[in-house]
């Protein structure tokens, strides 16, 4: 019968020499892995961005030259309750049969993290949305394909919700003033 191979027990671990090649190696393993790493980062930053953008293409009202910053916060608006439909149907999925579990329960909790991650940048710092106010950016906007490699051309602005608030209420109050003036050129005829 063989003998089974001996398990080799704890290894005494001497310690490395600063310039020895182990050393080197265990060093470049290093810096490549923190190198793959923020590739990765900066990959799916770039492709939540795009899907942002994809996003704001399709619900933007691409006939016209360019947008106000009013109708850009209400697309602000709208892009952070866009989840609520899905989170609607997942409570009802739950709430129909006798379940014991969460069936969604991941889902839900991604959505609910995102939405809250994106309302909390929206609320302090501001999302980064397309330049659409300048008809230049928006015509290019308008033209963009979806292509990541052309994402680097469409400007961005970051935009946070005081800022439009305030630019909507000023807006608001010159179209009543607007309104005021010419009813008052109306009762003078």
């Known amino acids: 019968m063989p003998k089974a191979p001996k398990a080799k027990v704890g290894q005494d671990k001497k310690p490395i020499h600063p310039n020895s090649r182990k050393a080197q190696q265990l060093t470049r393993k290093a810096s490549r892995d923190l190198r793959l790493g923020e590739r990765n980062l900066?990959?799916?930053?770039?492709?939540?961005?795009?899907?942002?953008l994809m996003w704001f293409?399709?619900?933007?009202?691409?006939?016209?030259?360019?947008?106000?910053?009013?109708e850009l916060a209400s697309l602000g608006k709208k892009y952070l309750t866009r989840f609520e439909d899905e989170?609607?149907?997942?409570?009802i999925m739950q709430k129909i049969g006798n379940r014991?579990?969460?069936?969604?329960?991941?889902r839900e909790a991604a959505i609910?993290?995102?939405?809250?991650?994106?309302?909390?940048?929206?609320?302090?710092n501001?999302?980064?949305?397309?330049?659409?106010?300048?008809?230049?950016n928006f015509d290019y906007f308008k033209q963009w394909n979806g292509e990541i490699k052309y994402l680097q051309n469409i400007k961005l602005k970051k935009?946070?919700?005081?800022?439009l608030?305030?630019?909507?209420?000023?807006?608001?109050e010159s179209q009543d003033t607007q309104m005021e003036f010419h009813d008052s050129d109306d009762s003078d005829l």
């Open 100 to 106: 014991q579990g969460r069936q969604h329960a991941s």
């Open 42 to 52: 900066n990959t799916q930053r770039t492709e939540l961005l795009a899907d942002r």
């Open 159 to 163: 935009i946070a919700s005081k800022d």
């Open 87 to 91: 989170l609607d149907q997942i409570d």
């Open 165 to 172: 608030e305030e630019e909507c209420d000023e807006v608001s």
């Open 126 to 136: 501001g999302l980064e949305l397309p330049d659409v106010i300048n008809a230049k």
């Open 57 to 70: 293409q399709k619900n933007a009202n691409l006939e016209k030259k360019c947008l106000k910053k009013c």
């Open 112 to 124: 609910s993290l995102t939405m809250e991650k994106e309302k909390e940048e929206f609320a302090s």
